[in-house]
C-alpha cells in the first residue's frame, strides 16, 4: 500500500465551477461563426475608454474573459493574461467580463495590490447581465475570441490561451480551438429526494438511500437538510470527509464538508480512491470527474425539506452514511488520535481586541483581505481552517474559540502564516506551530 497525496476538493475539480443563477438579459444565444453583436461593455473599469462597443474593437483580435473574484483558476491566470496583452499590444485585447458588483472587483484589486505588491489593471467589466446572456456558460473561466472581422471564431478554456493560438488568429491561418463545453443543467429539483417521485421514481417515501456514479446535468453540490444529506457530482474522498466529520460541531468542523483534507491519513492505491485530476484541460479534468464523483442522497424519517445546520442533532443521520459508504466500497474508515504540527490560533493578551463596536453586519472575505464588522469570528475560522490552509500540511486549530460578534479587518495573503501572523497580532492573536494530539481520519484497504 502507499499514501496517495491529498489535493482539495476545490482542486480536484480546478476551474469547474457552477455559476450562481442570475438574471440575465434574455437575448439570443451567440455562436461560433456568428458576428458579435455591436453593445457596449459598460459599467467597465481600469480601460482609458467609458463603455467602449464590440465593433470599436475591429481589427483587433478580441478575448472575452468571462471571470469572478471567487475562482481560483481566474485569479491564478490574471498574470499571463497581463503578460499576453503586453506582448502583443494593440494586436489584441483582454477584457474581463464579471457579473459580480462594482465595489467588490475594485475591493478585490485593491486588496490584491496590497498583498502582493503588484499592480496588475485588468480591464473588466462589471455588474453584467448582458453578455452572459449572449455567451451563457455553467463554467468558469470562459473565453471567447472574436476575431478583427467581428466574426466569434472559438469559445475555449483557459488552456486555449496561448501565444501559438493568439499568432495563429492573428494571422487568420485557420486555426481551429478545442471548444469548450459545458454541461447543461437539468431540471433536477434539490428538494426533493434523487431517483424519486419526479426525480426518477413515483411513489411515498418513508426511508431512503441511493448511491449512484456521476450523473450529467447535474452540477457539483451538496446540502444538508433536517433528516437528510444530498452530495451530487463529488469525488468518492469527500463522501468520507463528510460521514465521518459532519457531525463533529465540537471539533469546529462544517456540517457540509466535514473532515479537512489535511486531517485525514491515506494508506490506499490509486486504483481504490483516485485524488488527483488531470491538471490542465477542462475536457479531461470533466472525463476524470465522470469516472471518479459520485452522487449519494439518504432521507430518515421526518424529512421536511428544511435545511438543518446543527449537526450534532443530526448524529444518527451521518452514522447511516457512514454504513453505506462502508458497503458500497473496499475502504475501512477509523477515527483514531494522532500527534502531529499544527497551525494554531492563539491569544496572546488577555485584552479582547474583538469585540465588536455593533452596527450593520459587514462580511467581505478575499484571498487578500479580511472585513469583519458584527459578525461571528467563525466565518474567518472556516474559511483559514477549509480554504486557506486546505493545501499546508499542518491542520488548523482554532484555540481561541471566540463566540462573541467580532470587529477584525486584516491586509495580508491569508493562505501565508506569516504575513497573517503579523496581522493577527494587532488583535491580541497569533498563529503558531506546535504539535498537538489530535482527531485524524484514516482511510485503509479492507
Same mark, same amino acid.
Given at each position: 500500500?502507499?499514501?496517495?497525496?491529498?489535493?482539495?476538493?476545490?482542486?480536484?475539480?480546478?476551474?469547474?465551477?457552477?455559476?450562481?443563477?442570475?438574471?440575465?438579459?434574455?437575448?439570443?444565444?451567440?455562436?461560433?461563426?456568428?458576428?458579435?453583436? =455591436?453593445?457596449?461593455?459598460?459599467?467597465?473599469?481600469?480601460?482609458?475608454?467609458?463603455?467602449?462597443?464590440?465593433?470599436?474593437?475591429?481589427?483587433?483580435?478580441? $478575448?472575452?474573459?468571462?471571470?469572478? /473574484?471567487?475562482?481560483?483558476?481566474? $485569479?491564478?491566470?490574471?498574470? @499571463?493574461?497581463?503578460?499576453?496583452?503586453?506582448?502583443?499590444?494593440?494586436?489584441?485585447?483582454? $477584457?474581463? $467580463?464579471?457579473?459580480?458588483?462594482? *465595489?467588490?472587483?475594485?475591493?478585490?484589486?485593491?486588496?490584491?495590490?496590497?498583498?502582493?505588491?503588484?499592480?496588475?489593471?485588468?480591464?473588466?467589466? /462589471?455588474?453584467?447581465?448582458?453578455?452572459?446572456?449572449?455567451?451563457?456558460?455553467?463554467?468558469?473561466?470562459?473565453?471567447?475570441?472574436?476575431?478583427?472581422? #467581428? +466574426?466569434?471564431?472559438? +469559445?475555449?478554456?483557459?488552456?486555449?490561451?496561448?501565444?501559438?493560438?493568439?499568432?495563429?488568429?492573428?494571422?487568420?491561418?485557420?486555426?481551429?480551438?478545442?471548444?469548450?463545453?459545458?454541461?447543461?443543467?437539468?431540471?433536477?429539483?434539490?428538494?426533493?429526494?434523487?431517483?424519486?417521485?419526479?426525480?426518477?421514481?413515483? #411513489?411515498?417515501?418513508?426511508?431512503?438511500?441511493?448511491? /449512484? *456514479?456521476?450523473?450529467?446535468?447535474?452540477?457539483?453540490?451538496?446540502?444538508?437538510?433536517?433528516?437528510?444529506?444530498?452530495?451530487?457530482?463529488?469525488?468518492?474522498?469527500?463522501?468520507?470527509?463528510?460521514?465521518?466529520?459532519?457531525?463533529?460541531?465540537?471539533?469546529?468542523?462544517?456540517?457540509?464538508? #466535514?473532515?479537512?483534507?489535511? *486531517?485525514?491519513?491515506?494508506?490506499?492505491?490509486?486504483?481504490?480512491?483516485? /485524488?488527483?485530476?488531470?491538471?490542465?484541460?477542462?475536457?479531461?479534468?470533466?472525463?476524470?470527474?465522470?469516472?471518479?464523483?459520485?452522487?449519494?442522497?439518504?432521507?430518515?424519517?421526518?424529512?421536511?425539506?428544511?435545511?438543518?445546520?446543527?449537526?450534532?442533532?443530526?448524529?444518527?443521520?451521518?452514522?447511516?452514511?457512514? *454504513?453505506?459508504?462502508?458497503?458500497?466500497?473496499?475502504?475501512?474508515?477509523?477515527?483514531?488520535?494522532?500527534?502531529?504540527?499544527?497551525?494554531?490560533?492563539?491569544?496572546?493578551?488577555?485584552?479582547?481586541?474583538?469585540?465588536?463596536?455593533? #452596527?450593520?453586519?459587514?462580511?467581505?472575505?478575499?484571498?487578500?483581505?479580511?472585513?469583519?464588522?458584527?459578525?461571528?469570528?467563525?466565518?474567518?475560522?472556516?474559511?483559514? @481552517?477549509?480554504?486557506?490552509?486546505?493545501?499546508?500540511?499542518?491542520?488548523?486549530?482554532?484555540?481561541?474559540?471566540?463566540?462573541?460578534?467580532?470587529?477584525?479587518?486584516?491586509?495580508?495573503?491569508?493562505? =501565508?502564516?506569516?504575513?497573517?501572523?503579523?496581522?493577527?497580532?494587532?488583535?491580541?492573536?497569533?498563529?503558531?506551530?506546535?504539535?498537538?494530539?489530535?482527531?485524524?481520519?484514516?482511510?485503509? =484497504?479492507?
Amino acid at each position: 500500500m502507499k499514501s496517495a497525496a491529498l489535493v482539495c476538493i476545490a482542486a480536484m475539480l480546478l476551474s469547474v465551477f457552477n455559476l450562481d443563477a442570475q438574471t440575465l438579459v434574455d437575448v439570443s444565444e451567440t455562436k461560433i461563426g456568428e458576428a458579435c453583436p =455591436d453593445f457596449k461593455l459598460t459599467n467597465i473599469i481600469n480601460f482609458p475608454q467609458p463603455d467602449p462597443s464590440i465593433g470599436g474593437f475591429k481589427g483587433k483580435l478580441l $478575448i472575452l474573459d468571462f471571470w469572478a /473574484t471567487w475562482c481560483a483558476p481566474c $485569479i491564478e491566470g490574471l498574470p @499571463r493574461l497581463d503578460s499576453l496583452q503586453k506582448k502583443y499590444k494593440n494586436r489584441i485585447q483582454i $477584457i474581463g $467580463i464579471g457579473q459580480e458588483p462594482r *465595489r467588490t472587483i475594485l475591493a478585490f484589486f485593491e486588496n490584491r495590490k496590497k498583498a502582493l505588491h503588484v499592480d496588475v489593471n485588468f480591464p473588466t467589466t /462589471t455588474d453584467d447581465t448582458l453578455l452572459s446572456g449572449y455567451f451563457k456558460h455553467a463554467y468558469l473561466p470562459h473565453f471567447v475570441w472574436i476575431n478583427q472581422a #467581428g +466574426i466569434v471564431i472559438a +469559445i475555449t478554456d483557459k488552456d486555449q490561451l496561448n501565444e501559438s493560438n493568439i499568432e495563429a488568429c492573428l494571422k487568420g491561418t485557420g486555426v481551429r480551438l478545442s471548444k469548450k463545453t459545458d454541461q447543461k443543467l437539468n431540471g433536477f429539483n434539490y428538494d426533493h429526494p434523487l431517483l424519486f417521485d419526479g426525480n426518477g421514481v413515483p #411513489g411515498n417515501l418513508v426511508l431512503h438511500s441511493v448511491l /449512484t *456514479r456521476f450523473i450529467p446535468g447535474l452540477g457539483g453540490m451538496d446540502k444538508i437538510y433536517d433528516k437528510r444529506i444530498l452530495v451530487l457530482n463529488y469525488p468518492k474522498l469527500y463522501l468520507y470527509m463528510l460521514a465521518y466529520g459532519g457531525s463533529k460541531a465540537s471539533l469546529g468542523f462544517s456540517p457540509s464538508i #466535514g473532515f479537512p483534507k489535511n *486531517r485525514i491519513i491515506l494508506h490506499l492505491p490509486d486504483s481504490v480512491l483516485s /485524488t488527483e485530476p488531470p491538471a490542465h484541460g477542462l475536457d479531461s479534468i470533466m472525463e476524470w470527474q465522470k469516472r471518479n464523483a459520485y452522487c449519494y442522497d439518504v432521507v430518515l424519517p421526518g424529512y421536511t425539506a428544511k435545511p438543518k445546520h446543527d449537526s450534532a442533532l443530526q448524529t444518527d443521520l451521518y452514522q447511516t452514511m457512514q *454504513r453505506d459508504l462502508d458497503n458500497a466500497f473496499p475502504i475501512k474508515a477509523s477515527i483514531e488520535r494522532k500527534k502531529v504540527k499544527c497551525l494554531v490560533l492563539v491569544r496572546t493578551s488577555t485584552d479582547d481586541k474583538l469585540k465588536s463596536k455593533g #452596527g450593520k453586519p459587514e462580511y467581505e472575505l478575499t484571498a487578500y483581505s479580511l472585513h469583519l464588522r458584527n459578525i461571528p469570528l467563525n466565518n474567518f475560522i472556516y474559511y483559514l @481552517r477549509y480554504i486557506s490552509f486546505q493545501l499546508d500540511s499542518r491542520p488548523f486549530i482554532d484555540e481561541v474559540q471566540y463566540s462573541p460578534n467580532a470587529d477584525i479587518d486584516i491586509n495580508a495573503m491569508l493562505s =501565508d502564516p506569516i504575513s497573517l501572523s503579523r496581522e493577527l497580532k494587532k488583535y491580541g492573536l497569533d498563529l503558531i506551530e506546535v504539535e498537538r494530539e489530535i482527531d485524524m481520519l484514516v482511510l485503509t =484497504d479492507k
